[in-house]
């Protein structure tokens, strides 16, 4: 038992049944399952907004959907859910709400967080942004020598960062074609250099995002972006046309020096890894415009009211969220791959990593007990075909069961050519053609009836019963990428909410923090730093030595 008077997860019934079962099904192929029901790759489909979501090709049965649905009441996920909805205080590590549902809710919704409308708030922010981001797209908000502001560089990391980065691609043929808009994150200072280098400084404006508004990579960016533009500009009033903050923190950007007058504001509700919607879209809003930005939110929104209100059978990111708990905790899958057949989705499993890893990569349950049972998996994947072409293989004959998340578009983008247009079909037949043998396999017979000669039956053979889901929609607009995003959002949500853990800290990434700040005098200075373990100590040795120090 839990001290919170839960029954620890791995002693539950419906634990126990699902394990069993998983025995039960241990020799059944898809071939089997599809044999026995041919309405199979119809009945297990489910829409929400416009995604379509083939969920066929995964080794269940009805009663493994029922008992996995069991196993998420028992682990009350819709009552978690209801309280995340209501703005209750569900980040019980850091006692804050979860409310990036609030940040795409209705002007007239009424979402309180200690005792307190937040609602007015959100849509206040996003007015002011719809205003900036028109003065800046219009050339009415020029640099400090009176040019138009042609270049936007978003200094950011983490969440403050993969977000806008990623729908910054994905929606690109939205975006404003004679903006250059960039991102950057790294402290390596090549990733500014490359940023800046061809750029005007006074054509350029700098979005310094960050929720704390301390995280040390962004910080010395921003620091070194300033440096630059001054050293262009040579004046320091230059930096209240150039730089504009997006953060929870004012008393920070004060101290940096940004005017709170050019600060969009969010809230500790929302955490980094959901806070492209809020403030921290603007580069998004200014490439694509207030409007596609909106559309985007009310793309998220479809799903949020999916999630709210749909029951348990047709509730898609319920579904998802279970089936990877059916693989990671009954197949022992320890990856799942998200395999994007769009070009513009090239930074969207990247962007799924810190939301899935960040959240669920966790091995101590809410109770503050360790965990007995498997939490996230490693999130990993690029678009297709170029996977098809490098690690596909492991996929398909490799010792491990990877589940895999196919995502593709019935159209192209409009702004292809003709010529390009009709590239699509070829791209989508190897979309259905992956899953298809992932799911059937070659059988040795197969290889056999072909003419293969006995010794190279085996390696040719595909054993198949490698599990994906296919997410398919007409086009990719920004309602599409919202309802994809707030899709997986909910599906990390249930499973953390299954698995007992708090989704919404991240504390994993805090130690590495401290000991960067710690270990930073020995390499600049050789200084002895206390408690350095005899490993990293003869490191730093070998570094300064390269460096001539
Ligand atoms: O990596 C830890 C983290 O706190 C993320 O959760 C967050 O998205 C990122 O750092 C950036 O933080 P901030 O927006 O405060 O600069």
Redesign the pocket.
Known sequence: MNADGRTRLNQTPEWTALAKHREELADTHLRDLFAADPARGTGYTLRVGDLYIDYSKHLVTDETLRLLRELAAATDVFGLRDAMFRGEKINVTENRAVLHTALRAPRDAVIDVDGENVVPAVHAVLDRMSDFADRVRSGEWTGHTGKRIKNVINI???????GPAMAYEVLRSFTDRALTVRFVSNVDGADLHEATRDLDPAETLFII???????I??ITNATSARQWLLAALGDEAAVAKHFVAL?TNAEKVAEFGIDTANMFEFWDWV???Y?YDSA?GLSLMIAIGPDRFREMLDGFRIVDDHFRTAPAEANVPLLLGLLGIWYGNFHDAQSHAVLPYSHYLSKFTAYLQ?LDM?SNGKSVARDGRPVEWQTGPVVWGTPGTNGQHAYYQLIHQGTKLIPADFIGFAEPVAELSEELKAQHDLLMANFFAQTQALAFGKTAEEVRAEGVPDELVAHKTFQGNRPTTTILARELTPSVLGQLIALYEHKVFVQGAVWNIDSFD?WG?ELG?VLAKRVEPALTEGADVPGLDASTKALVAAYRELRGR
């Open positions: 950011g990391i983490g969440g403050s960062d993969l995002a960050s929720k704390t508004f301390t995280t990579e962004t953060s955490g980094g890894r806070s921290i810190q960040e991240q990434v923090k």
